[in-house]
């Protein structure tokens, strides 16, 4: 009696743990067939939704080592084509305007200010411009910063998952009320001006406006 009681009990254990095995093989074919249906899946197109009003006025701010100073007229000149034939208005933001946005420093034993780029962007908010273009080149214009300062330590609310290439001539299209950068571009052909560089801040902006036409003649 003992012996058939334990050989029955064996053969129930044996039946459940059979019935556990072919319980998880099932649901691990599932998973595994769940998991390659949805990495076969088509990946939905990434659209960029308007962003910036065409009509905006956009302050153009030349950097050297992380000081905003006035552009060469040769660069100024390809700035003036591209507000000629763009439906936004491009101003240069003067450095002269910028002086009432740096804080006082002692003569002697003083320490220069630390935020010339968000003192730029104040500067072109309180001339009226809704975003500022801001550039620079050489040592302005390096990997992974911009006017010498690492991209977390402009005081710019950036894409952590943007990289900031290095280039001969780089530029930040920043909101001027929010500190938000719009985009980067960069470009290879400077020596003689920055044509190169305002064909791809056009592009830019053509791609966060709604609108593509140029200004009314």
């Known amino acids: 009696m003992m012996k058939l009681l334990t050989a029955t009990a ?3 254990v044996a039946v459940l743990a059979n019935a556990n095995a072919n319980a998880l093989s ?6 595994k067939a769940a998991q390659e249906a949805s990495l076969s899946a088509p990946f939905e197109a990434k659209t960029i939704a308007p962003t910036i009003n065409i009509a905006s006025t956009i302050g153009i701010a030349r950097l050297d ?5 006035y552009a060469p007229v040769v660069e100024l000149r390809d700035w003036a084509f591209l507000d000629k034939r763009s439906g ?8 002269a305007a910028l002086i009432k946005n740096i804080p006082e420093v002692p003569m002697m034993g003083g320490r220069d200010s630390d935020n010339k780029l968000d003192e730029i962007r104040l500067t072109a908010s309180d001339l009226g411009m ?5 550039y620079g080149m050489g040592k302005d214009a390096q990997w992974g910063s911009f006017a010498g300062k690492a991209m977390a330590n402009t005081g710019f609310i950036i894409d952590t998952n943007d990289i900031s290439p290095r280039a001969p001539a780089k530029a930040m299209l920043v909101d001027t009320y929010t500190g938000k950068v719009y985009g980067t571009v960069t470009s290879d052909e400077i020596e003689f001006g920055v044509g190169d560089l305002t064909d791809k801040v056009e592009a830019l902006i053509n791609t966060l406006t709604a609108e593509r036409s140029a200004k009314p003649a």
Request: glycine share 4%; proline share 7%; charged share 15%.
């Open 10 to 12: 064996l053969t129930a």
């Open 26 to 31: 099932q649901m691990t074919n599932e998973l």
């Open 65 to 69: 080592k992380g000081r905003l100073i």
């Open 88 to 95: 936004a208005t491009f101003a240069p933001v003067s450095p």
């Open 130 to 134: 809704d975003y500022v273009l801001i």
